[in-house]
């Protein structure tokens, strides 16, 4: 078939979403569809000319690099047998893509076949996608079905430190945590029987510096997609959220903890207040001076269980004070062995009460900065404690200086405090697995080592399991 039988295929070039123009080796146009001159714009007039010189000329003003288009174009018709694909790009927006082969007939190169497609709107699409993909805080990957990594977003490096040419073709289940791994194989297993189907995992990834990131992933099960033949997964670092849910987690078993602490707390007095009050009321107008006489015995121990009432509604106080920042303070010098020494006749008369031998050693002349009846508090609670946890058991207490810094040391030699809950002792409501039989909110400890802080001190404890426990509270001398 001949050059001049070209025309016989004008019918197929019409058919075609793209605009095709054959040139021979002259510069002489041979054929082009009327998408061609749809495509680049070009008037009759200029295409009745059939000339691609002067077709070149109009066209190139509606590039955006003219000369680099020109400079393709020639060097496609010095090499003959050459093939090329590139893209084009215009200065009203629009992309094309262009193709170039050369003409054969009767098996010589007659010329080249030029074809352009308009592929603006899929280039608009395709960079929305980049931009979401590059911008996207979360991590969008493309896996095989065996786990194999094929596509990683930016967001990838930003989140776990990796480059994407140390993770791409390998196995992303290597670096899922051991002990989640499991969990994220058998939903694998699920999506993966589920063609279009999605599935959502947690689990914990590892990062480039050994870490690991608490990670949430949503999958899609895209094989049978023949663009992307895998599974999408958008996964996101939910590292905070886990916080927070293990947060709110420890303050509801707080809460559950403080209504069953503070129930048996104010069951007991409640109940005994209750009870002599109901004799008295039975009693009531029939009692004569001998009973009255015998009625007023039970008195102190009533008044004793209003005082622990007391105690455990001005303890509950201490501690909305302290979450809110409102436990206020006088501070003034005191002479602080004096204080203690008034302040431990009191504490003698407890401790003997408890069978406990008290051995006393205090250095004169000591002075402190401080609010007397908050410290007092906090003796107060360390000596409730010695009684509560060690009857029975000999006490020392001890006031030294210590450089720039008063010190006191209970010492007691009770069943002790094993070290991996020597910190726990201090938080709120806590008394510890091994005393839950004995009474108590568990906040004497906590506001002691508030208020303590708060004077610019410290309270910690020293002891091992069945070796009796010393709690050091130290203040400064002069703030």
Not at 384 to 403: C, D, F, G, Q
Request: hydrophobic share 40%; net charge negative; glycine share 6%.
């Amino acid at each position: 078939m001949g050059i001049d039988d070209l025309s016989v295929f004008q019918a197929v070039f019409e058919s075609t979403a793209d605009g095709l123009l054959l040139v021979d080796n002259e510069g002489k146009v041979l054929a082009s569809n009327s998408r061609f001159q749809e495509l680049w714009k070009i008037p009759d007039s200029l295409m009745e000319k059939k000339n691609d010189e002067l077709l070149l000329k109009f066209i190139v003003d509606q590039l955006i690099d003219p000369q680099s288009f020109i400079s393709k174009v020639e060097e496609l018709y010095r090499n003959e047998t050459s093939i090329s694909e590139d893209t084009i790009y215009f200065k009203d927006g629009r992309t094309f893509m262009r193709f170039s082969r050369p003409l054969i007939c009767q098996e010589k190169n007659a010329g080249r076949i030029w074809s352009f497609r308009n592929i603006t709107s899929q280039r608009k699409s395709e960079e929305m996608v980049e931009a979401i993909t590059e911008l996207s805080p979360d991590i969008i990957s493309v896996i095989s079905p065996e786990g194999v990594l094929i596509f990683n977003s930016p967001a990838a490096e930003k989140i776990h430190g990796y480059k994407n040419e140390d993770l791409i073709g390998k196995n992303t289940f290597d670096l899922i945590h051991g002990d989640d791994r499991a969990t994220v194989s058998e939903a694998m297993a699920v999506l993966l029987s589920q063609p279009g189907g999605t599935a959502s995992v947690q689990y914990r990834y590892l990062n480039k510096d050994g870490s690991y990131a608490w990670m949430e992933a949503t999958a899609s099960n895209q094989i049978r997609n023949p663009l992307i033949r895998g599974i999408v997964s958008i996964s996101r670092e939910i590292g905070k959220r886990k916080m927070l849910e293990q947060e709110l987690s420890s303050a509801l078993r707080l809460r559950d903890d403080f209504i069953s602490i503070v129930t048996h707390e104010l069951k007991t007095p409640v109940t005994s207040i209750k009870l002599q009050l109901q004799i008295i009321q039975r009693l009531g107008k029939n009692l004569n001076p001998e009973d009255c006489v015998h009625r007023s015995e039970n008195l102190p121990a009533l008044l004793g269980q209003v005082n622990s009432l007391e105690r455990l509604i001005d303890d509950l106080l201490h501690v909305s004070r302290i979450k809110n920042g409102n436990l206020n303070f006088e501070l003034k010098k005191e002479n602080f062995s004096a204080l203690m020494e008034s302040s431990l006749e009191r504490y003698r008369k407890m401790l003997l009460a408890a069978d406990c031998e008290l051995t006393i050693d205090l250095e004169k002349g000591i002075s402190v900065d401080c609010d007397a009846m908050r410290v007092d508090q906090v003796l107060t609670n360390l000596v409730t404690n010695v009684i509560r946890y060690a009857p029975h058991k000999p006490v020392e207490i001890s006031l030294h200086r210590n450089n720039d810094m008063a010190e006191i040391i209970f010492r007691d030699h009770g069943p002790g405090i094993s070290p991996e809950k020597q910190n726990e002792i201090f938080q709120l409501f806590s008394r510890g697995e091994e005393f839950r039989n004995i009474g108590g909110l568990g906040v004497g400890l906590y506001i002691s080592r508030n208020i303590i802080e708060q004077h610019g001190g410290t309270l910690r404890v020293n002891s091992a399991s069945g070796k009796g426990a010393e709690f050091i509270l130290r203040l400064p001398l002069s703030r």
